[in-house]
């Protein structure tokens, strides 16, 4: 019985990836930019999951586009770069407290069926010998929020950004170090926005 329903999740997870990733190319036809207002961001309404959602936002903040692109077979930091890259963007930063929640929001709404949490990619670096965090051009991050488990005794150079769908379990939220090599659901992608190409 328990097989039959992780075979049940598995199918309407595939099959919930395949259509919202037909209709994030669909969308790609024509550019969608409708948002609803945030306080100083705005979040796009619609999903993406496929490559080549050039012109589409998930998170708008500080002229920036932030899109989450979700794989179930799972990504290394190369893959997660290529497809931030065929996305015409690149890894993502997270700029302060505030952008933080507000990819958090993003991350924990794409949680696959049947998963207890999501985790995605960042272009940021973690300093092994100080354990500050750097932005993908070299300065110190603005904002950090480990996750409970994290850093790690022997520190890892790279960042996801660990998600569970528990809101009020605080502690499982936040920033993790990895290797290269690790295998996470997803990459959050950082763009110019579009209308300032």
């Not at 190319?25 to 705005?42: Q, V």
């Not at 952008?99 to 949680?111: D, E, Q």
Request: hydrophobic share 35%; aromatic share 8%; charged share 20%.
């Amino acid at each position: 019985m328990a097989l039959l329903a992780m075979r049940t999740v598995t199918a309407a997870c595939l099959l919930y990836c395949i259509i919202s990733g037909i209709e994030s190319i669909k969308g790609n036809e024509e550019l969608n930019l409708s948002t609803s207002n945030a306080t100083t961001g705005s979040i796009h309404e619609e999903r993406s999951f496929a490559h080549g959602n050039e012109g589409r936002c998930d998170v708008l903040y500080d002229n920036k586009c932030f899109t989450l692109i979700i794989s179930m077979a799972k990504m290394t930091l190369g893959e997660a770069e290529a497809v931030c890259k065929a996305a015409k963007g690149r890894l993502a930063n997270v700029y302060g407290e505030e952008h933080f929640n507000l990819l958090r929001a993003l991350i924990r709404s794409r949680t696959p069926i049947g998963h207890s949490g999501n985790y995605a990619w960042l272009g940021m670096t973690l300093d092994t010998k100080t354990r500050r965090v750097k932005l993908s051009n070299g300065e110190w991050a603005p904002y950090t929020r480990w996750h409970s488990r994290a850093p790690y005794e022997s520190p890892r150079p790279y960042i996801g950004f660990n998600v569970v769908c528990d809101n009020t379990n605080i502690n499982a939220q936040g920033y993790a170090d990895e290797w290269a090599s690790h295998r996470i659901e997803g990459a959050l992608c950082e763009s110019k926005v579009p209308w300032e190409r």
